[in-house]
């Protein structure tokens, strides 16, 4: 793969977001025009929007019933939007905030983009599966949380009876859950970014939702990622649900070696960013926040598999830069051991909403909130 064959250039492309997320997420309301253009992406997203609704049917009159796992508290962890709301870092603060107070926790998870379909769970405190075995988003969650068991299947119910039969947990996350439904669950926990809501509101492929924002009645809490102006979403459909409001912020930088730097370290060098991910803008904009000087960026679609052939031209470009390489968490999971690349760590901070929050985990309140 030549230099010119990467996918994305900052010198030749809008480096804060790409042709998808401008789709999704336009950043000023739609002219006549627009909508006669993407009209073909609407009529695609009418047999895909009564599909969605066939099914939630079903369920809704009994016709469909979820699978209750006795003895089990399942909490799901969803969104409406595909992919970029921040729904794996909610995930693992929740799971380390109930490892903390004592749970036997597991996650429950399909491992998309793995080549594998057999189950596998694991734990980070054993050698881990490799990436086409389990998936990033499991291997990244395995790793920061090393107490907790990861099952990943396409059978989440299957996966909920051995977490109780085989290992004796507890608590167990269903991850990307809100749309799969034939698990049973004790509490919905809806993941939303504020910088974008619901985006053009439309489904799929039209727009960014799995399901019309009629869905949110079924959630039990909504979990708010804060923009960065401080602006809560407020779609109609969320109005009196109860919500925890986050805010997610670099935490450090890890070398290839692994030892990690203060954020100051970013601050002036010459990078280049790799992210296979829904919505790149936001790691973009990030390292641009963190001073970086942002030479160029090589963007894929997300749970992209790498190939050598374009490991290696990312680093050619990096040479001829002078610039370092620098990604995120779940695409450090896809690259190679050896591979020279800094990595980006978020971390999760609660802003409001905590009494919520430890309501919808089955915790006791803390004596503040009494």
Known sequence: MADSELPMRLGTADASSTALERLFYPPKPESW???????????????YGLAVR?????????????ERVEGLRVISVGNLNVGGTGKTPAVLYLAELLVREGRKVGILTRGYGRASTEPR??????????VQDAGDEPLMLA?????????????????????????GLDTVLLDDGFQHRRLARDEDVVVMD???????????????????????????????RAAPDGASPSPRRTQGLPR?????????????DGVTRPLSWLQGRPVLALAGLARPGGFLRMLASLGADLRDAA???????????ELRAIHAR????????????????????GYSAWVIRLGVELLEGESHLRRALGLAPRPSDL
């Open 299 to 309: 963007l894929f679609p997300d749970h992209h598999a790498y190939t050598e052939s």
């Open 244 to 256: 925890v409001v986050t805010r997610y912020l670099p935490t450090e930088v890890v070398a290839p």
């Open 194 to 224: 504020a910088s974008v809501g619901l985006g053009n509101g439309h489904l799929l492929p039209r727009g960014p939702l799995r399901e019309p924002a009629s869905a949110l009645r079924r959630a039990t809490l909504l979990w708010v």
């Open 318 to 337: 990096a040479r001829q830069l002078g610039a370092e390489v620098v990604t995120t968490e779940k695409d450090a999971m896809r690259l190679p051991s």
């Open 143 to 167: 790793t920061r949380c090393p107490q907790v068991r990861l099952f990943v299947g396409a059978d989440r119910v299957a996966g909920a009876r051995r977490a109780r039969d085989e290992f």
């Open 54 to 66: 066939l099914r939630g049917a079903l369920y809704e009159t009994g016709l469909m019933r979820p």
């Open 121 to 130: 769970t694991f734990t980070g405190a054993v050698p881990l599966p490799s």
């Open 33 to 47: 025009t627009r909508r006669l253009q993407l009209s073909p992406l609407t009529l695609l997203s009418w047999p």
